[in-house]
């Protein structure tokens, strides 16, 4: 499937509108394995519509997107499949209420890769032990706080061994005292090694974490590159207006 | 796994406990005062009954302990009223199950994407329309006289009660699978998404994530049309069998007395009120769950 | 808790001073203080008679404004020697015993006068004398039953409200449970769609549905019960008397048995069952 050095993502192309709505105008992006690129950009530039596009939530109306090797926009294509080597983190957490995180972890391996029951349930727990929810596994999501509700989101996707993780602004409905703990358990999976594709508005932590920084703009990525130049000296005006309001709002 | 206990006349948000010590007072007065305007309003009632010129005569025709408990046990001219209601308990408990599970296949058929489901999906709409559109009596007496009329191997020689749980099971199916629908769609779509997102199939997603939830969420109107199920089950006595209302009327024609409907209504009630208390009791425990997972 | 308590406990107060106490119940009035010439009537002037609807033949015949048929014409030739005109009313079967004022002066619709029913309302003397008929469709090995005894292992219907059930629990005791219905034309469904092997109803009845409603079916027999049809009154209604008075008369000069053999004749000449 993949090759060593071939990219883990590609979109070419890559439109979607809603109705009469252009939300992607065309998007070409690639991105290494092993890559960590952060998607930066107002509200409403297309961040989210991109990710969910990658993971065929959301169907695309022009272009082509190749994941791992494998065109999962041509026809034919088994969508399940497909989505258990994307993992994706939403930022309203999705935790499955009726069910105790433990569940919530287990259900997808079980089901989707037809795991048995112990072996589901000990990588499950192998993984909330290293990321701090163990004394959590039997409790209901209502009972959790919101970081760790999304550490448990991020666990249950990675339980699913993905090729590649999309976070879409996984910090951003966090008590801004909870955010540092999300953080830095993705902090870990960058250090793991898992290519991610991260949209976020923590400017600071994409300046740490990102290998490069894509700049949204309506539906097109108007610049990108390492975040040592996109932060310090960007090119593009609209990329320098977006930043600068950013700094002014303390937020850099 | 829960600290506090549930039950129905518990307070589960602290917010709802009431304030702090000081208004224990107040607390108590209260429930002084609702308590002696309760019995005001009982005491004015019973004294205007009682007072009634045909207040005697009432009480002899309804109420007459003689004939309430003739009528309970049954006399070698009449049945007794109890035992008749084995049957609508009979008839409430098979058509019940039954019902869930017809239920929810149509209200799941109903909303299957994609072209090639197309026809599924009119049946399962057509369905909840046509019986939901025609009153149960009037299906009791197509299937209970017709379709024996029809003289159809096996499905024309069953027995009159069986063509009753038919007809309960048809119309009520339709109301019931309405009611599952608006627990499925009440689910936000963000749980569908985070399931589909995890790879799993759109079965899957319902089996496992989109139903657990919706039939919890529809719990009190579900039990709201079991509750008039209960009732419907006397229906039935039209296509012949003798259920409690039927025997109260069989009583009531033979002593002219009306004491056996009274039984029969009380036995209605108290198998309503059980089914009334396991409800909230439902309710109370799924509540908190429902806050979380989603912030829609 | 309390408060619940509280509501039960009233509930139940209430119900016991409705069932104990409350005024007096109605007294019994006497049969014989009624003047014909000057009857307590509900309406000045006319006799006020009721009876359900829809009204079958050859009990009634005509419309309810003017019945005839054979208790159309009991009621009519009551009234007539009264002097008073008939109106008409409609009284379902299950209301006619209710407790509190009538809104006629009585009800004339194959009522059975019973020692349990006399509890509740007053009765006139009787004015026909019933048995009981058994109708089976051709075809049915029910038809070839000639004593009680063949109908044992038959599946039987009966209106509910009639002295039927009472027929086929006491007198035949059927091996499967009698089915009870609504009306005689749900018994006739029943009937023809084979849910039932016969239907179990006044004689009269029984012959009308073979003669006009069920083709193809026979009346396998009659059993006469020492049952008698009477006309409901309020209890303590002192009418009750002058009725009574006027159907001696009718009863002693013939005029009853002319209006059964105008109405009947034809239905009651069937075999009678033996045991």
């Known amino acids: 499937m993949n090759s060593p050095g071939s990219p883990a993502l590609i979109l070419e192309g890559v439109h979607k509108s809603f109705g009469q709505n252009e939300v992607l105008k065309g998007i070409d992006l690639t991105v290494a394995p092993h890559e960590v690129v952060c998607l930066i950009g107002a509200s409403g530039s297309g961040k989210s519509t991109l990710l969910k596009c990658v993971n065929l939530i959301e169907p695309i109306d022009a272009g082509r997107i190749v994941v791992e090797g494998e065109e999962i926009t041509a026809p034919g294509v088994d969508v399940n499949r497909v989505r258990r080597r994307i993992g994706i983190v939403f930022q309203a957490f999705n935790l499955f209420p009726h069910m105790t995180v433990l569940q919530n972890i287990t259900l997808a391996p079980r089901q989707a890769l037809k795991m048995d029951p112990q072996g589901s349930r000990k990588r499950a727990l192998g993984l909330l032990g290293r990321f701090g929810l163990l004394d959590k596994k039997d409790e209901y999501p209502d009972r959790l706080s919101g970081g760790q509700q999304q550490r448990a989101a991020i666990v249950r996707a990675l339980a699913m061994r993905p090729g590649v993780m999309l976070l879409d602004e996984v910090t951003s409905a966090l008590d801004p005292e909870l955010v540092a703990e999300v953080l830095s358990v993705i902090r870990e999976l960058a250090d793991d090694g898992m290519t991610m594709l991260i949209a976020t508005h923590e400017m600071g932590f994409a300046r740490d974490i990102a290998n490069r920084v894509c700049f949204l703009d309506a539906g097109r990525i108007l610049e990108q590159g390492p975040p040592e130049r996109i932060f310090t000296s960007p090119e593009n005006p609209r990329t320098r207006r977006f930043l600068q309001r950013i700094i002014a709002a303390g937020r850099l | 796994m829960t600290t506090r206990g549930t039950g129905p006349g518990d307070r589960l948000d602290p917010e709802e406990a009431g304030p702090g010590r000081g208004s224990k007072m107040l607390g108590g007065r209260a429930v002084l005062v609702s308590s002696a305007s309760t019995v005001l309003f009982f005491a004015i009632i019973a004294i205007i009954v009682a007072l009634a010129p045909g207040s005697g005569i009432v009480a002899e025709r309804f109420f007459d302990p003689f004939h309430l408990k003739q009528s309970f046990l049954g006399t070698p001219s009449t049945p007794s009223v109890a035992g008749a209601f084995l049957l609508n308990v009979e008839i409430f408990a098979i058509s019940e199950v039954l019902i869930l599970i017809l239920a929810l296949v149509i209200a799941v058929v109903r909303q299957i994407p994609g072209p090639v489901f197309f026809p599924f999906r009119m049946v399962a709409i057509a369905y909840t329309d046509l019986f939901r559109g025609i009153p149960l009596i009037l299906v009791l007496y197509m299937i209970g006289f017709g379709v024996p009329g029809l003289g159809l191997a096996g499905l024309s020689y069953l027995s009159d009660v069986t063509y009753g749980i038919i007809a309960l099971v048809l119309v009520y199916s339709a109301y019931v699978a309405e009611v599952y629908r608006a627990g499925i769609e009440s689910v936000h779509e963000s749980q569908n998404a985070a399931a589909r997102s995890l790879g799993l199939t759109r079965w899957q997603s319902m089996r496992f994530v989109i139903l657990p939830q919706a039939v919890r969420r529809v719990v009190p109107p579900l039990l709201n049309d079991f509750i008039g199920l209960q009732k419907d089950t006397a229906l039935v006595s039209v296509l012949g069998s003798i259920e409690a209302a039927r025997a109260a009327q069989i009583y009531s024609a033979s002593e002219f007395n009306y004491a056996s409907y009274v039984v029969a209504a009380l036995l209605f009630v108290l198998i309503t009120i059980p089914l009334a208390r396991f409800t909230d009791r439902l309710i109370a425990r799924d509540k908190r769950r429902r806050q979380a997972g989603a912030l829609a | ?275």
């Open chain 3, 1 to 275: 808790m309390i408060k619940r308590a509280v509501l039960v406990g009233f509930l139940v107060a209430v119900l016991l001073a409705v069932g104990c106490g409350g005024q007096g119940s109605a007294e019994q009035g006497s049969k014989e203080s009624c003047d014909v010439k000057d009857p307590p009537l509900f309406k000045e002037g006319v006799l006020t008679v009721a009876t359900d609807r829809p009204a079958y033949p050859p009990w009634f015949e005509g419309s309810p404004e003017n019945y005839s048929g054979f208790e159309g014409d009991v009621a009519n030739e009551v009234a007539k020697r009264m002097d008073l005109p008939v109106e008409w009313v409609v009284e379902p079967f299950n209301k006619s015993y209710a407790p509190g004022a009538k809104d006629y002066d009585f009800d004339i619709n194959q009522i059975t006068i019973t020692p349990e029913r006399e509890k509740a309302v007053d009765f006139s003397d009787g004015y026909f004398d019933n048995a009981q008929g058994v109708l089976v469709l051709n075809g049915n090995p029910a038809a070839d039953a000639e004593s009680i005894a063949d109908l044992k292992d038959a599946r039987l219907g009966a209106q509910v409200g009639t002295t039927s059930l009472d027929f086929i629990n006491e007198t035949i005791k059927p091996d499967e449970e009698p089915k009870i219905f609504d009306t005689t034309n749900d018994a006739k469904s029943a009937l023809e769609s084979g849910q039932i092997d016969a239907i179990v109803t006044d004689l009269v009845t029984t012959v009308y549905l073979r003669d006009f409603e069920i083709d193809g079916s026979v009346v396998v027999g009659q059993y006469p019960r020492n049952e008698q049809f009477g006309m409901l009154f309020e209890e303590g209604n002192r009418l009750v008397g002058c009725v009574n008075k006027v159907l001696g008369q009718m009863k002693e000069d013939g005029t009853l048995s002319e209006l059964q053999e105008t109405w009947l004749q034809d239905y009651l000449s069937v075999p009678i069952l033996k045991e």
